[in-house]
């Protein structure tokens, strides 16, 4: 009987253990073959970029020539990518950047230029290579920079102007969004940090409390504003483009200086996007859209840049939110080749074909993973990776596509695919001592910032 009993009884282990599936294993073999992939598409791209386009400011990856945003270089890719050289360990490639930064930056430019891209690009650039280098002409370059932007606040809001002549200080553009107002705080805060300077930290500051101070009754913003007049232009609220990184700036200005001011606000806004914005479909939670004074959604549209928010959800402590929405992210690159920039969720169906080669699906992936050490997000960005890699090489480096079923490539290679998307593609699987979290705070560009104590 006892025999008989033993018999059954392990039967019922072995079938049991059996009809389990186990989950497959990321080995560390695994993860080392990633980060040497990731490793390698760097230096190709970088390859490229010195062979095409060598002193301005993008490769044009199809005619393989280079590409200056305005009437001269401002080495965007080579400020964008030096934190990533040195965090992957491109000794050789990292000195290369460094060399032409110190040698050949010079933004004594009469050209109007978008503050936002400049500062999140170039400012917050300059600044981490100075924190990770050492070397302090990194430091007075973005002084020198973050002077020649300070004339865009000079408005009754505080708010800032869309553009300035780095020359004459002249502005233009009183029609901004809240992404381009608020997303100045960490470059500015951490410029005043480490020059002692506290005007650039009391400007940002204005100008992000600013747009919070302008929200609704029901706590959400609008995307548009008037700068002069602190009137909403557009008050279509979402977490898209023109939105996006305000309120990534709300919790990492918090992580990053402990000013809790910002926490405050982030605790207000995060409340009102669950309430009003995150939709729960059958594929993930997305976020819609809505009027900002009642709530009411006005298009279910979600895309490659809305992606972010699982990641921010993560970081700031809310993992279940943050594991639907990242369902949701991975949904939307499955159904297709690669994710479409924009995305209706409830037809299904894609608005925006193109890719430009944007980071932030794998930015929720990793932190996720660095929170969790959930295996599955290992998984997620592999197969992110491997697609980028697969369709978006070219001869000369990587290339954005114009249309995600047809595969169609597009002539452009961002900055941000070294500032950002190489970056998280590697951090995802490397170790996390590589950048600690507990001491450093990514910027929208994903330029490590080191925490104010």
Avoid at 249 to 261: A, P
Avoid at 262 to 274: G, L, Q, T
Wanted: hydrophobic share 40%.
């Amino acid at each position: 009987m006892k025999k008989l009993s033993f018999f059954f009884i392990w039967c019922f282990l072995f079938t049991s253990s059996f009809a389990q599936k186990r989950a497959p294993v990321f080995t560390n073999a695994m993860q080392v073959e990633m980060r040497n992939k990731v490793k390698q598409a760097v230096t190709h791209a970088w390859q490229g970029y010195k062979k095409y386009a060598w002193g301005f400011d993008d490769l044009q990856p199809l005619t393989k020539t280079g590409k200056n945003w305005y009437t001269s270089s401002m080495l965007m890719t080579p400020v964008d990518a030096f934190d990533t050289f040195i965090l992957l360990g491109l000794k050789e490639e990292a000195k290369e950047a460094k060399n032409i930064i110190l040698q050949k930056l010079d933004f004594n430019i009469d050209q109007d230029v978008q503050v936002f891209e400049i500062t999140i690009r170039l400012l917050a650039g300059l600044l981490t290579a100075y924190e990770l280098d050492g070397n302090k002409k990194f430091l007075n370059i973005a002084d020198d920079l973050g002077k020649r932007l300070m004339p865009c606040f000079n408005t009754p809001t505080g708010m800032p102007y869309r553009f300035v002549n780095l020359v004459t200080g002249k502005v233009r553009d009183s029609a901004n969004n809240p992404a381009e107002i608020g997303t100045l705080m960490m470059e500015f805060g951490k410029l005043s940090k480490l020059t002692g300077n506290k005007t650039y930290y009391r400007a940002a500051k204005k100008a992000m409390m600013a747009v919070y101070n302008k929200r609704s009754k029901i706590d959400l913003v609008g995307e548009m504003i008037d700068v002069n007049t602190g009137q909403w232009i557009s008050t279509q609220s979402h977490i898209s483009g023109y939105i996006d990184s305000y309120y990534e700036y709300l919790y990492k200005s918090w992580k990053l200086f402990g000013d809790k001011d910002f926490k405050n606000a982030w605790d207000v806004s995060v409340a009102a996007i669950k309430t009003h914005l995150i939709s729960k479909q059958n594929n993930g939670w997305f976020c819609t859209h809505v009027d900002m004074n009642t709530g009411k959604e006005t298009s279910s549209t979600y895309g490659a840049l809305d992606a972010f928010i699982a990641g921010l959800f993560a970081y700031s402590g809310d993992i279940k939110t943050a594991r639907e929405m990242q369902r949701a992210n991975y949904y939307m690159w499955t159904k297709f080749n690669i994710e479409p920039e924009e995305y209706n969720f409830k037809t299904d169906s894609i608005l925006s074909a193109y890719y430009v080669l944007r980071p932030e699906n794998l930015e929720s992936c990793f932190y996720l993973y660095r929170l969790t050490k959930d295996q599955q997000y290992l998984f997620m960005a592999k197969r992110m990776v491997d697609d980028i890699l697969t369709h978006c090489r070219t001869d000369a480096g990587f290339a954005s596509l114009k249309n995600v079923i047809t595969l169609e490539k597009a002539n452009s290679m961002h900055s941000f695919l070294f500032a950002e998307t190489f970056k998280y593609a590697y951090l995802i699987f490397a170790p996390d001592n590589v950048v600690d979290l507990n001491k450093y705070v990514f910027s929208t560009e994903a330029h490590p910032f080191k925490i104010i104590k």
